[in-house]
Nanobody, 117 residues
Framework: QVRLVEFGGGLVQAGGSLRLSCAAS????????MGWFRQAPGKEREFVAC?????????NYADSVKGRFTISRDNAKNTVYLQMNSPKPEDTAVYYC?????????WGKGTLVTVSS
């Protein structure tokens, strides 16, 4: 059974840094596209970043985080990371890890990130 568990959320000051982790289990994910999404209070869930390819060489970012956030993966640990540098108060949200296998989307339960000004 596929399981995604996010770690690393918490309170961070604007301009600081925070790293989120997503531990995947249930199969090998090295060739799967992995992504991060987020949902702020009162808003819809939105795309943040994704990483493709076993070498993690293909990445894509939302314009709002480009240049500040970096997605990476460690295939040996079946883990995906989101390095958040210079976060802003508007980055406050629950962050979710995602992967799609076939026609099925899998989600973690999320980790809350709060950015104080």
């Amino acid at each position: 059974q596929v399981r995604l568990v996010e770690f690393g959320g918490g309170l961070v000051q604007a301009g600081g840094s925070l790293r989120l982790s997503c531990a995947a289990s249930g199969r090998t994910f090295s060739s799967s596209t992995m992504g991060w999404f987020r949902q702020a209070p009162g808003k819809e869930r939105e795309f943040v970043a994704c990483i493709r390819g076993s070498a993690g060489s293909l990445t894509n970012y939302a314009d709002s985080v480009k240049g500040r956030f970096t997605i990476s993966r460690d295939n040996a640990k079946n883990t995906v990371y989101l390095q958040m540098n210079s976060p802003k108060p508007e980055d406050t949200a629950v962050y979710y890890c995602n992967t799609r296998l076939g026609f099925t989307d899998y989600w973690g339960k999320g980790t809350l990130v709060t950015v104080s000004s």
